[in-house]
């Protein structure tokens, strides 16, 4: 999928500005990536204190996992512990920088080494939380996968059976054995998969991550209300799973098929809540707030719409709920399953 030039850059992002609402909303951020060099940019800790310091109160962040930093040195299993080891070095530097602090860690681990000899799941999950320390809260191991990648920007490259492997399964309860959460990303056709695998691990905590992320490229390019339609039937039976809570965000990558990253502006918060308001609603009226989170999943959503915007469009989509409800959706629901 071509991506323009100035999608992501800063000049293409300033033609859309707008003044912040709700300016003193206490706000967790509890979905974002630091890398150097995807896309043609870094994102590390100036970038992401840069779009936090915009105008919205985002107190603290939660660093996902995205493949970055690992150690090429060491055993494959244990490359991610590179990822672990220079995120929390950043988030040390966060603390004392003045800006938002990333608060927590979620890790990438194979989950599918459970049961090794000796066993190298549990190895690494003791390595990433001596490294991490209190930092560490989870992992995330994607399982996104379909079965043409090539008409993807981001194409996830799991196994398609993943979520139904023993092995994965037994990682997934040593997870909740040891306190930890997981993270899920995969596409809204492994839905029903993810919901077997919810309803198998009942003792662990798991996030679903961006709506199940319904593809709108290649394939699915014209087939928006019958997939709509789908995925709200998988997601009230999602819902069901008291273990499963929801984030909601990343619905700006490219391959939800928006285009807003071909175009000559970015969207105002307006035009994506327009665009996108019925899943987050549908989401918060199965889940309930107290299992939603509002995420940026940025740098990658940054390609479609500026920081402050979208959190501005957050604000817009949640303007009729109660106090107690908004403070769930951005703060509460984020602090409580994430420890911080």
């Known amino acids: 999928m071509p991506i323009l030039v100035t999608a992501n850059s800063e000049q293409w992002l300033e033609q859309v500005r707008e003044e912040i609402i709700d300016p003193e909303r206490e706000i967790v951020d ?95 999950l003791e390595a990433h939380r001596s490294m991490g320390g209190k930092l560490f809260k989870g992992i995330r191991h994607a399982a996104a996968s379909d079965a043409e990648p090539e008409k993807l920007t981001i194409p996830g490259m799991a196994p398609r059976s993943l979520y139904s492997q023993n092995s994965f399964r037994d990682g997934i309860r040593m997870l909740a054995e040891k306190g930890l959460t997981l993270d899920c990303w ?14 198998a691990v009942p003792q662990c905590t798991i996030i679903l991550d961006h709506f199940g992320t319904p593809l709108g490229v290649g394939k699915y390019r014209y087939k928006a209300d019958e997939i709509y339609e789908q995925w709200k039937k998988d997601i009230l039976e999602i819902s069901k799973c008291p273990n499963v809570v929801a984030k909601l965000g990343g619905l700006a990558m490219p391959d939800n098929g928006y285009m807003w990253h071909t175009q ?27 299992r939603c989170m509002f995420e940026s999943n940025f740098p990658v959503d940054r390609l479609s719409i500026s920081y402050d915007v979208l959190w501005n469009a957050f604000k817009k989509i949640a303007e009729s709920y109660s106090e107690t409800e908004k403070k769930s959706l951005f703060k509460g629901t984020a602090s409580k399953i994430y420890r911080l």
């Open 186 to 199: 995969h596409y809204h056709h492994q839905n029903q998969s993810f919901l077997d695998l919810a309803r």
């Open 264 to 290: 000559e502006r970015p969207p105002t918060s307006e035009e994506f809540k327009t665009a996108q308001e019925k899943y987050y609603k549908y989401m918060i009226d199965c889940f309930g707030p107290e």
């Open 30 to 124: 509890p979905h974002h990536h630091l890398w150097r060099k995807r896309f043609g940019k870094d994102y590390l800790l100036a970038e992401l204190q840069r779009d936090t310091d915009l105008g919205h109160k985002i107190e603290k962040t939660v660093f996902i996992e995205c493949h970055a930093f690992y150690d090429k040195t060491a055993a494959d299993y244990l490359q991610p512990l590179g990822e672990t080891r220079v995120v929390e070095q950043i988030a040390s530097e966060s603390k004392i920088s003045g800006g938002v602090e990333i608060a927590g860690i979620v890790a990438h681990a194979d989950l599918t080494l459970a049961g090794t000899a000796p066993d190298k799941l549990d190895e690494l």
